[in-house]
């Protein structure tokens, strides 16, 4: 026999208000998708303005809590609203209003059925918890785990019992089961009468904050694992980057390409650096979420013992959790925090040395521009000064003219046209040409004077 008497399911959803860098509008969007959980019906008589209400702990309704509606009367529950710091909680319960008759596990199946319609099929972005319980019948034997075992199926057709059963233990002479399937989470309580119940309720504030904390260290944990995967390929595109910036200064690739490229890497390490802080944060999180489970397990054992201290509560193996985050999730983080931070002054190297000789390079290249500046400007003013010599288009005794001959003679070597006793462009046609003439000059005497000035004014090494 699997049969209980008032079977009720009780489901703990959490949701993100906000996170690390949220806009206002995002955190809307956050406050919005919780608001959807809840029925119409009951908004008129949520507190308005949460967010002037400080504390961890906030409950949102005015009368704390608010009956359900059903559409059929074998069904009822309440819907239980908490602000939780960053974080929404939300406590659904839906009952099989019998408290006479037993009714077999597989009710459970309909009981979430009943939940999903009036949640709309939403479910939590943090996590969520399955609370399964129910009284056994007088004269029905107490085999509680062939009683869970067949209440888990109805909840959760063709899961692994054995695979997904975490531990169990004893919680005020109830025997209690934990179970976990992928983000999913379930408690199942088979409780020995309708008085031991009865009793529970007074628990259902530490059980919000209890799961609670887990859900926000197991969300803490696969964002971690999604930063990790993000680093990683942040790591890959910046490497990649300063071997193509590397590439390029090898084939003479323009400099405003090689900056474009710098740049494009330097934005992708603000990002690493970025995700690499929101890394450490995650595991800042599991750690004050960690204190606080622990804390709230042993509120729940103290409790437990004051409320009925000659019934026993035993409930160990919901300590293997705290053993979990502190021998993988915690232990895992850190290991990456700390790869990751020596990858970060890598990548830093790396590309503060990259700058550095893209800067040399672009400052060699401004320095020749500016020099090449600077003899045209030399050229021309000596090409003006000597187009404007007096008597340079006579051709006796004009000294200057004389030299630019013999100079014409050594350098250029252009033949004289015919009937032509002098070079052409000494030809007396335009002082454009003597202009010519002379900045061509004067830039081969400024880069003669430049060559031995560097080799001779250079210091010795």
């Given at each position: 026999?699997?049969?209980?008497?008032?079977?009720?399911?009780?489901?703990?959803?959490?949701?993100?208000?906000?996170?690390?860098?949220?806009?206002?509008?995002?955190?809307?969007?956050?406050?919005?998708?919780?608001?959807?959980?809840?029925?119409?019906?009951?908004?008129?008589?949520?507190?308005?303005?949460?967010?002037?209400?400080?504390?961890?702990?906030?409950?949102?309704?005015?009368?704390?809590?608010?009956?359900?509606?059903?559409?059929?009367?074998?069904?009822?529950?309440?819907?239980?609203?908490?602000?939780?710091?960053?974080?929404?909680?939300?406590?659904?319960?839906?009952?099989?209003?019998?408290?006479?008759?037993?009714?077999?596990?597989?009710?459970?199946?309909?009981?979430?059925?009943?939940?999903?319609?009036?949640?709309?099929?939403?479910?939590?972005?943090?996590?969520?918890?399955?609370?399964?319980?129910?009284?056994?019948?007088?004269?029905?034997?107490?085999?509680?785990?062939?009683?869970?075992?067949?209440?888990?199926?109805?909840?959760?057709?063709g899961l692994d019992w054995e695979g997904d059963l975490q531990g169990q233990g004893h919680f005020l002479g109830a025997?209690?089961?934990?179970?976990?399937?992928?983000?999913?989470?379930?408690?199942?309580?088979?409780?020995?009468?309708?008085?031991?119940?009865?009793?529970?309720?007074?628990?259902?504030?530490?059980?919000?904050?209890?799961?609670?904390?887990?859900?926000?260290?197991?969300?803490?944990?696969?964002?971690?694992?999604?930063?990790?995967?993000?680093?990683?390929?942040?790591?890959?595109?910046?490497?990649?980057?300063?071997?193509?910036?590397?590439?390029?200064?090898?084939?003479?690739?323009?400099?405003?390409?090689?900056?474009?490229?710098?740049?494009?890497?330097?934005n992708t390490l603000n990002e690493y650096t970025r995700e690499l802080t929101i890394l450490d944060f995650q595991g800042?999180?599991?750690?004050?979420?960690?204190?606080?489970?622990?804390?709230?397990?042993?509120?729940?054992?103290?409790?437990?013992?004051?409320?009925?201290?000659?019934?026993?509560?035993?409930?160990?193996?919901?300590?293997?959790?705290?053993?979990?985050?502190?021998?993988?999730?915690?232990?895992?983080?850190?290991?990456?925090?700390?790869?990751?931070?020596?990858?970060?002054?890598?990548?830093?190297?790396?590309?503060?040395?990259?700058?550095?000789?893209?800067?040399?390079?672009?400052?060699?290249?401004?320095?020749?521009?500016?020099?090449?500046?600077?003899?045209?400007?030399?050229?021309?003013?000596?090409?003006?000064?000597?187009?404007?010599?007096?008597?340079?288009?006579?051709?006796?005794?004009?000294?200057?003219?004389?030299?630019?001959?013999?100079?014409?003679?050594?350098?250029?070597?252009?033949?004289?046209?015919?009937?032509?006793?002098?070079?052409?462009?000494?030809?007396?046609?335009?002082?454009?040409?003597?202009?010519?003439?002379?900045?061509?000059?004067?830039?081969?005497?400024?880069?003669?004077?430049?060559?031995?000035?560097?080799?001779?004014?250079?210091?010795?090494?």
């Amino acid at each position: 026999m699997t049969d209980l008497i008032y079977p009720t399911i009780d489901l703990f959803l959490y949701d993100l208000k906000y996170s690390l860098g949220d806009t206002p509008e995002e955190i809307q969007q956050n406050q919005q998708s919780y608001y959807n959980k809840i029925p119409e019906y009951i908004h008129p008589l949520l507190l308005e303005n949460e967010q002037d209400f400080p504390g961890e702990y906030v409950h949102l309704l005015k009368d704390v809590y608010a009956l359900t509606k059903h559409h059929h009367e074998q069904y009822e529950g309440y819907f239980y609203p908490v602000l939780l710091g960053d974080s929404y909680g939300l406590l659904v319960e839906c009952a099989f209003k019998n408290k006479t008759n037993a009714q077999p596990a597989k009710c459970f199946a309909d009981i979430k059925a009943e939940i999903e319609r009036i949640l709309n099929s939403q479910t939590a972005t943090i996590g969520q918890t399955w609370m399964l319980s129910g009284w056994l019948p007088p004269a029905q034997p107490k085999n509680s785990e062939e009683i869970a075992q067949a209440c888990y199926q109805a909840l959760m057709p063709g899961l692994d019992w054995e695979g997904d059963l975490q531990g169990q233990g004893h919680f005020l002479g109830a025997n209690i089961f934990e179970l976990t399937q992928n983000n999913q989470h379930f408690i199942i309580i088979i409780y020995p009468d309708e008085a031991t119940l009865n009793e529970s309720g007074k628990f259902y504030s530490d059980w919000i904050r209890l799961f609670y904390y887990r859900h926000k260290i197991v969300w803490a944990y696969s964002q971690s694992r999604l930063l990790k995967h993000s680093l990683q390929t942040y790591f890959t595109k910046i490497r990649v980057g300063s071997d193509a910036i590397e590439q390029a200064r090898n084939k003479g690739s323009e400099l405003n390409t090689l900056y474009e490229t710098l740049v494009d890497v330097q934005n992708t390490l603000n990002e690493y650096t970025r995700e690499l802080t929101i890394l450490d944060f995650q595991g800042g999180t599991i750690d004050i979420n960690l204190s606080n489970y622990e804390k709230r397990l042993g509120r729940i054992k103290q409790k437990s013992h004051k409320i009925q201290s000659n019934q026993e509560t035993e409930v160990k193996f919901l300590t293997e959790f705290s053993k979990l985050v502190k021998d993988k999730y915690r232990l895992q983080i850190t290991k990456d925090s700390e790869n990751l931070e020596r990858g970060l002054k890598l990548l830093s190297d790396t590309i503060n040395a990259v700058r550095s000789r893209v800067e040399v390079e672009k400052a060699e290249r401004d320095r020749n521009f500016q020099n090449f500046v600077t003899l045209l400007a030399g050229g021309w003013a000596f090409g003006s000064f000597v187009a404007g010599l007096p008597g340079l288009g006579e051709k006796n005794n004009n000294p200057v003219r004389s030299t630019l001959i013999k100079l014409s003679d050594l350098k250029l070597s252009v033949p004289p046209k015919p009937n032509e006793q002098e070079p052409w462009w000494l030809m007396p046609a335009t002082k454009g040409i003597y202009t010519l003439s002379g900045f061509t000059i004067a830039i081969l005497v400024l880069l003669i004077w430049r060559r031995f000035w560097r080799k001779y004014s250079s210091p010795v090494k």
